[in-house]
């Protein structure tokens, strides 16, 4: 599996947190059973679910933050789970490249909800990245 592999299933898992209401735990278990070849990606996919699920309150206020008058509730869960990893990668993992996490997530928005949901989470992003520089 590669890390852009194991970037979407970290996307799916966290869109299974918020639609069945499973913990983190629960989503790992599940993934682990059905999955059989993760080839070293499992640390990353740990982790990344782990600590976007352990600060989603945070990473929900800076959503609510930059997305301008658009409360998460109403964000489609496509969009939502594909803004939570993309935060969660640019606030929490320093070993990955803030450019790398916009790009991915990105493309993600864009395979998996459409071209108008990619241009969304990319200004969200940018947005985080750019607080985040000063």
Not at 18 to 35: D, G, M, P, R, S
Not at 42 to 66: C, F, G, H, L
């Amino acid at each position: 599996m590669t890390r852009k592999e194991a970037r979407e299933n970290c996307f799916k898992l966290l869109f299974e947190y918020e639609v069945q209401k499973i913990t983190a735990t629960e989503a790992l278990e599940l993934f682990y059973e059905l999955t059989e070849d993760v080839e070293g990606q499992s640390d990353y996919i740990d982790r990344t679910v782990k600590t976007t699920i352990d600060n989603v309150e945070k990473i929900d206020a800076i959503i609510e933050e930059y997305s301008k008058g658009w409360k998460v509730s109403r964000l489609a869960k496509v969009t939502l789970a594909v803004l939570r990893v993309g935060i969660c990668e640019l606030l929490y993992m320093d070993d990955i490249a803030d450019s790398i996490a916009i790009n991915e997530a990105v493309e993600i928005a864009k395979i998996y909800n459409d071209e108008k949901a990619g241009k969304f989470v990319n200004g969200i992003l940018s947005s985080v990245f750019k607080s985040k520089e000063q």
